[in-house]
Antibody, heavy 118, light 112 residues
Framework: QITLKESGPTLVKPSQTLTLTCTFS??????????VGWIRQPPGEALEWLAL???????LYSPSLKSRLTITKDTSKNQVVLTVTNVDPVDTATYYC??????????WGQGTLVTVSS | DIVMTQAPLSLPVTPGEPASISCRSS???????????LDWYFQKPGQSPQVLIY???NRASGVPDRFSGSASGTDFTLKISRVEAEDVGFYYC?????????FGQGTRLEIK
């Protein structure tokens, strides 16, 4: 059974750095073609793709946010970490991590709501 | 970026009746491997999204066969043959042929 769970702060002040961790089980990020991505959803809005990391450390980023995003993995801990620098209230959203295989996001975490406010 | 445009944005349906959601991409989503990199996701209220359809027409594991996907060029369609109460929620198309992966605006399906 594949599970993913996001963790991190629920409240972050503007200009700070947000660090989110995705802890997963039931698959290996070493397996070819497998990746973990981050997608977010502002309250009442649509989904927005942020970043993706593969087992070979290949990373992909949303160009509009690339300067502020970093995605890394710790294979030994089965974790993927997303950092977002210089956050703004518009970054308020539910952040999801998802397991990508066979060119689709097959399994998603429950999501974690992050509010950016002073 | 590839723009994904869904229609309608709101879809009231009577239980037992069919439903159809359209998604148009601003560019071809056809990969050199012959597959369209187009997925459909369903998000129940208060829950995480779940994949329904991938490669434009492949049903994901565990998805009821009343759901089907089709493609014609840059036009994609999700069809529900007979809507049930549990189908209430938001439906999103998403392309992953190019980075950034992009989603449609979402279609809200509600029961009449």
């Amino acid at each position: 059974q594949i599970t993913l769970k996001e963790s991190g702060p629920t409240l972050v002040k503007p200009s700070q750095t947000l660090t989110l961790t995705c802890t997963f089980s039931g698959f290996s990020l070493i397996t070819g073609g497998v990746a973990v991505g981050w997608i977010r959803q502002p309250p009442g809005e649509a989904l927005e793709w942020l970043a993706l990391i593969y087992g070979d450390d290949k990373t992909l980023y949303s160009p509009s946010l690339k300067s502020r995003l970093t995605i890394t993995k710790d294979t030994s801990k089965n974790q993927v970490v997303l950092t977002v620098t210089n956050v703004d209230p518009v970054d308020t959203a539910t952040y999801y991590c998802a397991h990508r295989r066979n060119s689709n996001y097959q399994n998603w975490g429950q999501g974690t709501l992050v509010t950016v406010s002073s | 970026d590839i723009v994904m445009t869904q229609a309608p944005l709101s879809l009231p349906v009577t239980p037992g009746e069919p439903a159809s959601i359209s998604c148009r991409s601003s560019q071809s989503l056809l990969h050199s491997n012959g597959y369209n990199f187009l997925d459909w996701y369903f998000q129940k209220p208060g829950q995480s999204p779940q994949v329904l359809i991938y490669f434009g027409s492949n049903r994901a594991s565990g998805v009821p066969d009343r759901f089907s996907g089709s493609a014609s060029g840059t036009d994609f369609t999700l069809k529900i043959s007979r809507v049930e109460a549990e189908d209430v929620g938001f439906y999103y198309c998403m392309q992953s042929l190019q980075t950034p992966h992009t989603f449609g605006q979402g279609t809200r399906l509600e029961i009449k």
